[in-house]
């Protein structure tokens, strides 16, 4: 079945350190690929998306590039802000009659000031 | 607002009472679907609605769990016989279609506990 494997946390960074959050993936034929954020008390948010190979999506200075020769789909920012702590999800979609979403544990970050 | 609204935000009651839990999607989605999220874990998908059927239930961890939605809209989750493991945060979230590239968005969630 669909897997999403993500780093495990919390990672701790100082303000404008340069973030990777890894995310791998195990589907059958073509998902698309997600990143989501939950800050605290609140549900989650699409941060962004890519919907076929060598596809990078973008938002907020997060990045990540739809890698299928490795099947990952990292997550990176130049320079974290405080305003980014939150936990990252990184999810696959399929369709199959319905749009079957499988989401990884989620990566807790914590940026300090 | 224009987005998923879920209700209660709170709840807790006591272990062996019934819970009802409320979502209203965005306005236009015709597919709509419930998660478990437990503390420290990912998100556990309970069931999925396409209008005001559920094509699938397969995520429902017991009898003791059911879902409807009524007029392609508004949805309830309901837990019977309350037991302390069903404490957890319920999402709900909603999409536009079916279709892989469509995002789900998501409501702020019920946060249930059973003392």
């Known amino acids: 079945g669909d897997s999403v494997t993500q780093m495990e946390g919390p990672v701790t960074l100082s303000e404008e350190a340069f973030l990777t959050i890894n995310c791998t993936y195990t589907?059958?034929?073509?998902?698309?690929l997600f990143w989501y954020v939950q800050y605290p008390g609140e549900g989650l948010q699409l941060l962004l998306k890519a919907t076929k190979a060598d596809d990078k999506g973008s938002n907020k200075g997060f990045e990540a590039t739809y890698r299928k020769e490795t099947t990952s789909f990292h997550l990176e920012k130049g320079s974290v802000q405080v305003s980014d702590s939150a936990v990252y999800f990184c999810?696959?979609?399929?369709?199959?009659?319905?749009?079957?979403?499988?989401f990884g544990t989620g990566t807790k970050l914590q940026v300090i000031p | 607002g224009a987005g998923v609204s879920q209700s209660p935000s709170n709840k807790v009651t006591e272990k062996g009472k019934d819970v009802e839990l409320r979502c209203d999607p965005i306005s236009g989605h015709t597919a709509l679907y419930w998660y478990r999220q437990s503390l420290g874990q990912g998100l556990e998908f309970l069931i999925y609605?396409?209008?005001?059927?559920?094509?699938?239930k397969s995520g429902l961890p017991s009898d003791r769990f059911s879902a409807e939605r009524t007029g392609g809209s508004v949805s309830t989750l309901t837990i019977q016989r309350t037991q302390q493991e069903d404490s957890a945060v319920y999402l709900c979230?909603?999409?536009?279609?079916?279709?892989?590239?469509?995002?789900?968005?998501f409501g702020d969630g019920t946060r249930l506990s059973i003392l």
């Open positions: 999810a696959l979609s399929r369709s199959g009659g319905y749009q079957k979403v499988t």
């Open positions: 589907a059958t034929g073509y998902p698309s």
């Open positions: 609605f396409q209008g005001n059927s559920a094509p699938d």
């Open positions: 979230a909603s999409s536009l279609g079916t279709e892989s590239n469509q995002p789900q968005h």
